[in-house]
């Protein structure tokens, strides 16, 4: 069956601090994977996908995320973090097609100025 | 260009009341996911509809039901509700045009409580 992992339930940085937001997956075939943002009150916002081509896929807000398929990994990254980027961080990956998709348990991102 | 929208924002039902939420897609799109968040949790997803019809299902009860409508709004319906239904019901939209799928967009949720 397909599932996501985030190794992380809550990670605290300081604000310029790098980042990296683990998440490994299980998937018989080639995964459509996805990192998504949910601020408090809001919906989930698409920071970057990955379905074919280079591995490492940039994204909005300063992400990036390598696919490595060794490892069944789909980590985030971002070199520098501002304190606008707490928030809950959802690992994805698509099943079948590109829109029904099985979510991870969420990393939740605390940001110490 | 308009969002997905959902409502409504709060809800607070009575265990075995029957409730409808309902979202509407952003414009141009024609499929409709909607997905279950409990607290602390990542969404699940519940069923997605397309050309009015049901597109696949997650592992969720029939009581869990829902329509998509010709202008590609959509509802869920829950029917006796159980106090483990109390999450964020979080629907999302996306364009399925010539065999390839799109991004999909969430709209905010709406927050239901059962007491």
């Known amino acids: 069956a397909q599932s996501v992992t985030q190794p992380d339930i809550h990670i605290t940085v300081s604000e310029g601090a790098s980042l990296e937001l683990r998440c490994n997956y299980s998937y018989g075939a080639t995964p459509y994977l996805f990192w998504y943002v949910q601020s408090p009150g809001q919906g989930l916002q698409l920071l970057l996908k990955?379905?074919?081509?280079?591995?490492l896929v940039q994204g909005i807000k300063g992400f990036e995320a390598e696919f490595k398929r060794s490892q069944s990994s789909f980590n985030l990254r971002k070199p520098s973090v501002h304190w606008s980027d707490a928030a809950e961080y959802f690992c994805?990956?698509?099943?079948?097609?590109?829109?029904?998709?099985?979510f991870g348990p969420g990393t939740s991102l605390s940001v110490i100025p | 260009e308009t969002g997905v929208t959902q409502s409504p924002t709060h809800l607070i039902k009575t265990r075995g009341q029957q409730v409808t939420l309902r979202c509407s897609s952003q414009?141009?799109?024609?499929?409709v996911s909607w997905y279950q968040q409990a607290l602390g949790q990542g969404p699940q997803f519940i069923f997605q509809?397309?050309?009015?019809?049901?597109?696949g299902r997650g592992n969720f009860p029939p009581r869990f039901s829902g329509l998509q409508f010709p202008n590609y709004s959509s509802e869920l319906n829950v029917n006796a509700l159980e106090l483990d239904d109390s999450a964020l019901y979080l629907c999302?939209?996306?364009?399925?045009?010539?065999?390839?799928?799109?991004?999909?967009?969430f709209g905010p949720g709406t927050r239901l409580t059962v007491t």
């Open positions: 999302a939209s996306s364009l399925v045009s010539g065999g390839a799928t799109y991004e999909q967009y």
């Open positions: 994805a990956v698509g099943v079948a097609s590109y829109d029904k998709v099985i």
């Open positions: 990955y379905f074919s081509g280079d591995t």
């Open positions: 509809y397309y050309r009015e019809e049901e597109n």
């Open positions: 414009s141009g799109h024609n499929t």
